[in-house]
């Protein structure tokens, strides 16, 4: 099944069927022009600060066919764990995010745990916080701030089950959780990184990569050029990483204290 939307109040009544119950699992939903979601959230909208409320449990595929949603403004303070970006949580093996632009601001509190393990940890993100799948020619201009050591962030995606490619951060992040990245907070199982660029900064405490905070896989063909600044564990493509990089590029400043590279 193929869905279109067209429009913000189209892509809006998606977002809220989809925060429903609507899995949208096995359906292609396609973006057919931009979107400005500065009507709908930011620090004034009619005199208030409204937080973007995002996209939960979508199963299915969305393209975005080259476009771009703008405006998106996420201020949120929790004390759960949570995922946060365009799409929070991203579900089923084949899922999908494809040929979209963001454009926006991320801003995610939680109080400090202590010494929070990797599935304590919620995640802040442009596109999507978690993806169970695939996120494929994306871009994103967005500043990321996380305050507390149980919110990690990405630039396109806090952490991806099958793998990210050919996407471009652009914006900034500065996080304090337990890992950061220019492209992904972490990867799990065999998710894999390929033609992926960060034009970004990105600074946190540790586990700070200027590609990926921590990868469980590795690294092909990707090229950081943006500042990375972290505590532990910093480096231009992997902060911590258990699979050699291949083909990767730095030409970013790194700032670091102890495990630097």
């Not at 509190?109 to 304590?120: E, G, H, I, V």
Request: with cysteine; aromatic share 8%.
């Amino acid at each position: 099944e193929v869905i279109q939307i067209s429009n913000l109040d189209e892509f809006l009544a998606f977002r809220d069927e989809v925060n429903a119950g609507e899995k949208f699992e096995n359906k292609n939903v396609y973006l057919t022009s931009d979107i400005d979601l500065s009507s709908v959230c930011g620090e004034d909208v009619n005199g208030e600060m409204v937080s973007w409320e995002p996209i939960k449990s979508f199963y299915g595929s969305f393209d975005a066919l080259g476009h771009t949603i703008s405006g998106l403004y996420i201020h949120a303070e929790t004390e759960s764990r949570e995922h946060y970006g365009l799409f929070g949580s991203v579900y089923g093996e084949n899922s999908a995010i494809k040929n979209l632009t963001v454009h926006g601001s991320v801003y995610v509190s939680r109080p400090n745990l202590t010494k929070p393990s990797y599935a304590d940890c919620g995640l802040a993100a442009a596109i999507a916080g978690y993806i169970r799948g695939y996120i494929e020619d994306c871009r994103s201009d967005v500043k990321i701030e996380t305050l507390g050591n149980a919110i990690c962030a990405g630039g396109i995606v806090g952490s991806v089950g099958e793998g990210v490619s050919d996407c471009v951060f652009d914006g900034s992040i500065k996080s304090a959780g337990r890992y950061a990245g220019g492209i992904c907070g972490s990867t799990g199982g065999y998710a894999s990184v390929k033609n992926c660029v960060n034009n970004g900064s990105v600074s946190g405490d540790k586990n700070v990569g200027g590609i990926a905070g921590e990868p469980d896989n590795g690294l092909t063909n990707c090229l950081n050029t943006g500042d990375v600044t972290g505590i532990e564990n910093v480096g231009g493509i992997a902060g911590k990483g258990y699979n050699l990089t291949e083909n990767c590029t730095n030409t970013g400043n790194i700032t670091g204290t102890r495990y630097v590279g």
